[in-house]
């Protein structure tokens, strides 16, 4: 079965710092690989979805995310958070169709608390 | 509006008392799941749907039942709650189930037993 390691339990930063919070799968074949928020209060948002192609992903709010396969990783990035990404960021995996398993594995989370 | 909702929203209860938690998408999704989501640990997924009448156990099934009698709705049942069950839980669905399909989430429901 899959499994997703989120490196960092809090990070605080300041308004304009850069973000980049990790993600580490452990699975040897191919994997579609998402990143949710979740605001306080709320429930969980897409952010952005990798499945193949340009391993560079751009998604909402301004955030990205870099599929290095060698590394199983897919970090989250940000150049300059705001107040309001404020919240809980969500790493999670699945598996290709045909690989025996259906179930979207999540991370344990990494709250960013983002100082103005 | 293309959603997914749940009720109730908040349930205090106590231990024994049977209960269902209802979850609703209007989106004519095949695949639907519930979580539930605790400090420190994460979403964990308790039981999925693949289709009408097709369930399987996710992570944490131990507790719970689900039922898949229409393509809309995704109920969980508690027969017999504890306070280990005291948590967030939420319902998501997407067109198929895994592969590039995103999960759309209800907005939780938070559940304490006492």
């Known amino acids: 079965a899959q499994s997703v390691s989120q490196h960092n339990h809090h990070v605080i930063l300041s308004e304009a710092a850069s973000l980049e919070l990790g993600c580490n799968y452990s699975?040897?074949?191919?994997?579609?690989l998402f990143w949710y928020v979740q605001y306080p209060g709320q429930h969980l948002q897409l952010l952005l979805k990798y499945f193949s192609g340009d391993p560079l992903v751009k998604g909402i709010k301004g955030f990205e995310a870099e599929f290095i396969k060698s590394k199983f990783s897919f970090n989250l990035r940000k150049p300059s958070v705001q107040w309001s990404d404020t919240a809980e960021y969500f790493c999670?995996?699945?598996?290709?169709?045909?690989?025996?398993?259906?179930?979207?594995?999540f991370g344990k989370g990494t709250k960013l608390s983002v100082i103005p | 509006e293309a959603q997914v909702t749940q009720n109730p929203r908040y349930l205090i209860t106590v231990t024994g008392k049977k209960l269902t938690v209802t979850c609703s998408q209007n989106?004519?999704?095949?695949?639907m799941s519930w979580y539930r989501q605790d400090p420190g640990l994460g979403l964990r997924q308790i039981y999925y749907s693949m289709n009408v009448e097709v369930t399987d156990k996710g992570d944490v099934p131990e507790g719970y039942k689900v039922s898949r009698k229409e393509k809309r709705n995704f109920p969980l049942i508690l027969e017999s709650p504890s306070p280990n069950q005291t948590s967030l839980y939420f319902c998501?669905?997407?067109?198929?189930?895994?592969?590039?399909?995103?999960?759309?989430f209800g907005p939780g429901t938070r559940l304490t037993v006492l």
């Open positions: 999670a995996v699945n598996l290709a169709p045909g690989a025996g398993s259906y179930q979207l594995t």
């Open positions: 989106m004519n999704h095949e695949y």
């Open positions: 699975y040897g074949g191919t994997v579609n």
């Open positions: 998501a669905s997407s067109l198929k189930a895994g592969g590039i399909h995103e999960q759309f």
